[in-house]
């Protein structure tokens, strides 16, 4: 049965940011949550690849799938890049970039009430 | 279970021998401030060649000195992963430059009992064209690493780097500080002529004589620099282009080292291609021994199989693991290249393609993974493990 997990204050929690929180010892109950653009998601804390902490990672951008030798830079703070092999991940959806064979995070949903953000898990 | 909660449930007094569960043979100690963290330890008359503490200087003129002084580095490619971002201690500090940080991160983190150091931020001066300052940094960074990592913690061993430009210069710096056995192999890094050069005979047989195996390690000048190792076919355009083809590199100074009869002629030399690759080796085993049944007089000094050299003599690290879609794969790969002698485990902290041991050796069989983490290692490098 899912359950409601208070994460505090949605305004701390500032659009282009993430931050990890615990709530447990196993790997499920370390989550991380990111304002994209107006948006919180919430995902499991980990790196399907290897493990690594993904809220130690990078939000921002990147290049765009595109021509050779064309470059287009886009998806201006929906990117997470884990800071082991970075491996870039759409924050939106919890998908991987790469075009072949996509990893994707363990995402929950979330909610805001009366300016509290909550996870369900 | 991981390796850390198997090695917290045993007995974990570590000068047993027989309590050493993991070797890590790459991690890289980083500068806390740059280049002049090794600069230190040059002889004033060194330092006085690139500007630093001659007299009359004012302070300003050291320190813009300091700050300008470069060694041959992978100028050429931009990697913006680099090294791992949670590898920093605060956010002033370069990655992977605190020894209690990484005793942290690597050494409690995944119970590795022996860490081998090798040089991060340097091993491009086998590109210096100046020979003896190259052989003054390599001193320098020795002094550096027995000073601040190595007498840090007993777990951490290090290669003892040497310029090979002057190879007499390179073995006085290897009976210098070979002494100390903490000192488990020769870090040769390259110039632009491959291992087998016979100029280099007299660091094959200072090594052969103390019984000390010789490592090397991809350097980041291949391919940039006239006096850096050289690139098969022309110059890469991207980073990921020249990080995925350097293994031709090592390939053709493994094969060099081979056809050059030096480890016929030293019999108790070993190398260890550090971070080189794997999967490029059972095409060398096999396409060398048909040449040398085909062409056997060309190289009438070998006496065996050239694949029986590279697997007697030659050992490589694990990481970067390469991750075939198929794991059979791999297991097919290991049996061609006889990785129950010839591969050892290594993280490559704090690079970016750092692997950690409790997933990227998942795939090896139980016997295969105690073999890659410990026992090869151990007889890899003797006494200068324990």
Request: negative net charge; hydrophobic residues 35%; proline residues 7%.
């Amino acid at each position: 049965m899912p359950t409601r997990t208070e994460i505090g204050p949605a305004e701390k929690i500032t659009p282009g940011t993430m931050h990890s929180f615990t709530f447990g010892d196993r790997e499920i109950d370390k989550l991380l949550v990111a304002n994209v653009h107006g948006q919180f998601v919430a995902y499991v804390d980990s790196c399907p690849h290897q493990g690594a902490r993904l809220s130690g990672g990078t939000i921002g951008g990147t290049l765009l799938e595109s021509d050779p030798q064309d470059y287009q830079y886009g998806l201006d703070n929906c990117v997470l890049r884990c800071p082991w092999h970075g491996w870039e991940f759409d924050l939106r959806t919890g998908e991987t970039l790469f075009a072949t064979q996509k990893r994707r995070l363990i995402k929950f949903k979330t909610e805001v009430v009366d300016g509290v953000l909550y996870v369900i898990r | 279970m991981t390796i850390a909660q198997e090695r917290a449930t045993s007995d974990a007094r570590r000068d047993d021998p027989t309590k050493i569960r993991v070797v890590d043979c790459d991690v890289h100690p980083q500068f806390v401030d740059g280049l002049w963290d090794v600069l230190q330890y040059l002889p004033r008359d060194m330092l006085a060649r690139i500007g630093i503490g001659r007299t009359g200087n004012r302070p300003e003129d050291d320190a813009a000195n300091r700050r300008g002084f470069r060694v041959p580095a992978n100028t050429n490619y931009n990697n913006i992963v680099g090294l791992r971002r949670d590898t920093k201690y605060d956010a002033e500090h370069v990655p992977g430059s605190n020894p209690q940080y990484a005793r942290e991160q690597v050494l409690d983190e995944y119970g590795i009992d022996r860490a081998v150091l090798l040089p991060g931020g340097i091993q491009g001066i086998g590109a210096m064209p100046d020979a003896d300052m190259a052989a003054a940094l390599a001193t320098g960074w020795n002094r550096w690493v027995s000073d601040h990592w190595l007498d840090f913690d007993d777990r951490f061993r290090s290669g003892l780097l040497i310029a090979p430009q002057d190879p007499a210069l390179a073995v006085k710096e290897i009976q210098r500080a070979s002494i100390d056995k903490r000192f488990c192999q020769v870090e040769m890094t390259l110039s632009n002529k491959l291992m087998g050069d016979r100029s280099y005979n007299p660091i094959y047989e200072i090594a052969n004589e103390l019984d000390i195996p010789i490592g090397t390690h991809p350097i980041g000048t291949e391919g940039g620099f006239p006096t850096a190792p050289s690139w098969p076919g022309g110059t890469p355009t991207y980073y990921v282009e020249w990080h995925t083809g350097m293994t031709t590199v090592y390939e053709a100074n493994l094969i060099s080292l081979v056809a050059n009869g030096t480890f016929e002629r030293y019999p108790n030399l070993r190398i260890v291609f550090v971070e080189c690759g794997i999967a490029w080796l059972p095409n060398v085993l096999w396409r060398f021994d048909k040449n040398w049944q085909a062409l056997r007089d060309d190289l009438p000094w070998l006496k065996k199989r050239p694949s029986e050299y590279i697997l007697e003599r030659c050992r490589f690290t694990t990481q970067p693991m390469v991750e075939p879609d198929n794991p059979k794969h791999l297991d097919y790969l290991f049996e061609m290249i006889e990785a129950h002698r010839t591969l050892m485990f290594s993280t490559d902290y704090p690079h970016w393609d750092f692997d950690n041991p409790n997933r990227a050796l998942s795939v090896l069989s139980d016997d295969l993974r105690q073999r890659v983490l410990v026992d090869t290692a151990i007889e890899f490098y003797k006494d200068r493990i324990l």
